[in-house]
């Protein structure tokens, strides 16, 4: 399936959100990452998610579940990341 | 349509964004939105974005847009935003 996700966390965590997400998704954002992945993975994803997050703190992560990617369409407006960026 | 819209933008230009997107859609995380909009009403949303936004400091806005909201399953983990939040 192809899914959206975004995160809010404390600037504690974002660094390790971050290396985890990277593992399963593609970042295009700050904070949002796309792509496809198998329920299998996805809930792997959720479970290492939560043990980093802290719900005492509001962090938060949001799923946006597709079965097919070609029934949403995505547009950029202004700076794309682009794979120089996910080198920094 | 319905449409998810999240942004990355300088703290300077934070505060307006914000402001801007909650008169056109409904705000569920830091900077992430969500709801129905017609086409027209999107238009002039990404236009005065476009007056916010300053590329050359890499400020990004991403919309995915959707025929139908049924077509996305939204899961939410961690801390829920709620009408609460939207007066704080």
């Given at each position: ?16 959100m971050l290396k985890l997400c990277r ?24 479970l290492k998610a939560e ?38």
């Open positions: 399936m192809y899914v959206i996700l975004v995160y809010d966390m404390g600037e504690k965590r974002v660094g390790k593992q399963y998704l593609n970042w295009i954002q700050n904070s949002v990452f796309e792509g496809e992945i198998t329920e299998v993975k996805l809930k792997e994803l959720i043990f980093i997050m802290n719900e005492e703190e509001h962090d938060s992560l949001i799923l946006f579940k597709s079965r097919e990617q070609k029934w949403l369409e995505k547009e950029v407006i202004g700076h794309e990341k682009n794979d120089l960026d996910q080198f920094l």
